[in-house]
T-cell receptor
Framework: DGGITQSPKYLFRKEGQNVTLSCEQN?????MYWYRQDPGQGLRLIYY???????QKGDIAEGYSVSREKKESFPLTVTSAQKNPTAFYLC?????????????FGDGTRLSIL | QKEVEQNSGPLSVPEGAIASLNCTYS??????FFWYRQYSGKSPELIMS????GDKEDGRFTAQLNKASQYVSLLIRDSQPSDSATYLC????????????FGTGTQLKVEL
């Protein structure tokens, strides 16, 4: 089945620790995105990538890093510089093209501080 | 700052009624508009996309777009308890890049 797989589903971070969230898609989508959702709030864009080996900062990139070495994969690292990392993290992907395409989401990763 | 605004609700409707969800946006250059449904604890699921002024129907859902007034709405006919969820309006910013800006969502409760 085609889709977007995020892992792990739940993740706990210790103080001063970097953690990496995985996002893999087999939809052959060109673009991938990372969002953060806090309780009762909308989604906020962290980073996005429209092609392999290229990515741009979103609205709240501080304390996060990404890589896009393969079309299928867009991992997000939450660094120790992110002081309030507890949130629901969502990865999305979309097709490229002239007409703007909708984004489809994975099931998300819940990150908490130990 | 480009904004997408929604009434947070909750919007309560009886089973079988029409639910009307509204969204306004600030970026006049926006051309693509989406409605997502998000159940509690789950990820958003795309239910409608609309690109042109007017109405677009898909089953019990109708999306309405008015670019001159900068609003987009979602109507759900014959509302069911399973429609109870938060509905997120999302708008792609003008100027390319496929960047979505989300509203904070409207919580819909369909009551028996």
């Amino acid at each position: 089945d085609g889709g977007i797989t995020q892992s792990p589903k739940y993740l706990f971070r210790k103080e001063g620790q970097n953690v990496t969230l995985s996002c893999e898609q087999n939809l052959n989508h060109d673009a991938m995105y990372w969002y953060r959702q806090d309780p009762g709030q909308g989604l906020r864009l962290i980073y996005y990538s429209q092609i392999v080996n290229d990515f741009q900062k979103g609205d709240i990139a501080e304390g996060y890093s990404v890589s896009r070495e393969k079309k299928e994969s867009f991992p997000l690292t939450v660094t120790s510089a992110q002081k309030n990392p507890t949130a629901f993290y969502l990865c999305a992907s979309s097709r490229g093209g002239v007409v703007e395409q909708p984004q489809h989401f994975g099931d998300g990763t819940r990150l908490s501080i130990l | 700052q480009k904004e997408v605004e929604q009434n947070s609700g909750p919007l309560s409707v009886p089973e079988g009624a029409i639910a009307s969800l509204n969204c306004t946006y600030s970026d006049r250059g926006s051309q693509s508009f989406f409605w997502y449904r998000q159940y509690s604890g789950k990820s958003p699921e795309l239910i409608m996309s609309i690109y042109s002024n007017g109405d677009k129907e898909d089953g019990r859902f109708t999306a309405q777009l008015n670019k001159a007034s900068q609003y987009v709405s979602l109507l759900i006919r014959d509302s069911q308890p399973s429609d109870s969820a938060t509905y997120l309006c999302a708008v792609i910013e003008g100027g390319g890049g496929n960047k979505l800006t989300f509203g904070t969502g409207t919580q819909l409760k369909v009551e028996l």
